[in-house]
């Protein structure tokens, strides 16, 4: 026999004071088959991301977050979206990318046991009355961000010697002196400053 499976859209407005991330499901606990979506956007109250790129605080972002009641819990699914910032990884200009991830997860009744083939990563524990979803959201947002972010993927950065953006002066260089002529280049350099210093004497 087919589940019933009842379907409930709300737009989740959160009072003041409460996370974003929490919504209440009491009146779904219980009820298999009961399901619920919420869709809500916010200025985000803490930064989501890495030290290199994210989703600065007080951005917009919006999120989307589907609840069905299983036997053992409720089974989460959703939607994040906003614009990371950050900056570039090798010529520090400023980076900002869309940033749409989906995360899920087994939110489980506090007496409920946990399965041997169900992976603890995508499992929680609640409560009962709330769910709290920001570790998934977090953590999906994180794992999608870029290890080094790039303004462009041949960004060629900045000169090792000056910092000059190369990809304003493609010819960009400097003359690489071998380290063995250094020294004689020192004596030269002394010897033509000590030649113009008697000079100006003698004129004087």
């Not at 994180?142 to 303004?151: E, I």
């Not at 280049?185 to 030649?195: E, M, P, Y």
Request: charged letters at 30%.
């Amino acid at each position: 026999m087919d589940r019933k499976v009842r379907d409930e859209r709300v737009n989740h407005s959160p009072h003041a004071g409460q996370s974003p991330y929490r919504f209440p499901v009491r009146d779904l606990v219980r009820r298999p088959g009961a399901r619920r979506e919420n869709r809500d956007a916010f200025p985000l109250p803490e930064a989501l991301g890495t030290d290199l790129i994210a989703v600065p605080e007080g951005a917009t972002v919006q999120l989307d977050v589907s609840c069905e009641v299983v036997t053992d819990g409720i089974w989460v699914s959703g939607s994040f979206q906003g614009e990371a910032i950050g900056e570039c990884g090798r010529c520090l200009d400023e980076v900002r990318r869309m940033v749409d991830v989906t995360f899920q997860g087994l939110f489980l009744y506090p007496d409920a046991p946990l399965g041997e083939d169900e992976d603890s990563d995508d499992v929680f524990v609640f409560d009962g009355e709330t769910i709290d979803v920001e570790e998934v959201v977090r953590d999906a947002v994180v794992t999608s961000m870029p290890f080094t972010p790039l303004c462009a993927p041949d960004c060629q950065g900045l000169c090792d010697q000056c910092g000059a953006r190369l990809a304003d002066n493609p010819g960009h260089a400097h003359e690489v002196l071998d380290p063995r002529w250094a020294a004689l280049q020192s004596v030269q350099d002394q010897s033509v400053k000590d030649r113009n210093e008697r000079s100006d004497e003698k004129e004087s």
